[in-house]
């Protein structure tokens, strides 16, 4: 039987984050999240791209073009949508999702969620950092883990 399994060492491999404008009240949190989990798990600063995109409903087409570049071992998104009076919420959230999840699948590298989707401010920063940890971090650390997995998977 062989067992398959990821590791929290980067390797000397490079990740990019793409992070939303739009809120960045709490994108900026979740992306300082990501950088720390990055730089705690031996990533150099030079390994980590950072791009920045509008807002939420960017973060999919921007992720599938780093993911393709070869270049990068994972692809972290980190972004907030934030339920408003309108259906919108629910129009974007489901474009990101599917986006996000699409450039994965059609790149085979791994493209992780980080995208709050909360129903209020005080929720998102919860989860950006205070109460609730942060998810930025959390995301990283899979990105982490999912990378060396594929690399052993593949040697």
Do not use: C
């Amino acid at each position: 039987m062989t067992i398959y399994e990821g590791s929290f060492e980067t390797g000397g491999v490079r990740f990019a984050v793409v992070a939303s404008r739009f809120n960045d009240l709490v994108t900026r949190r979740l992306l300082d999240g990501a950088l720390d989990a990055f730089r705690r798990h031996g990533a150099d600063e030079d390994a980590v791209d950072v791009a920045w995109v509008p807002g939420a409903a960017e973060i999919p087409v921007v992720a599938k073009r780093l993911a393709e570049s070869g270049r990068y071992a994972a692809v972290v998104t980190v972004g907030a949508v934030i339920r408003g009076a309108t259906g919108h919420y629910d129009a974007v959230v489901s474009m990101v999702a599917g986006g996000v999840a699409r450039a994965a699948l059609d790149t085979g590298v791994p493209v992780l969620f980080g995208v709050l989707t909360t129903d209020t401010l005080d929720q998102a920063l919860e989860r950006s950092g205070s109460k609730a940890g942060n998810k930025g971090f959390e995301v990283a650390m899979a990105a982490i883990e999912t990378a060396a997995l594929l690399r052993g998977m593949s040697s």
